[in-house]
């Protein structure tokens, strides 16, 4: 849909188990039930997909999980 309509698309499940995947960080760290985030798995979607769409301010905006 976004080919189709020149849009630019971007995938934050990917983006999140990259994340998790960088930062040795279990995705079931980052979900309340196994399937929805839990606050620290919003943060680190909001600053990825702020990141994706190049918004992203240079400094980490909100305080990220540690490795």
């Known amino acids: 849909l976004s080919a189709e309509y020149n849009m630019e698309y971007f995938n934050l499940y990917d983006a999140l188990y990259y994340y998790c995947m960088d930062h040795e960080i279990a995705l079931t760290d980052l979900l309340h039930d196994g399937l929805h985030p839990n606050d620290r ?3 680190v979607m ?21 490795t």
């Not at 997909?49 to 400094?59: D, H, V």
Request: charged share 10%.
């Open 46 to 66: 909001y600053y990825l997909y702020l990141k994706g769409f190049n918004l992203a301010p240079s400094y980490v905006p909100v305080e990220l999980p540690q």
């Open 41 to 43: 798995g919003y943060r």
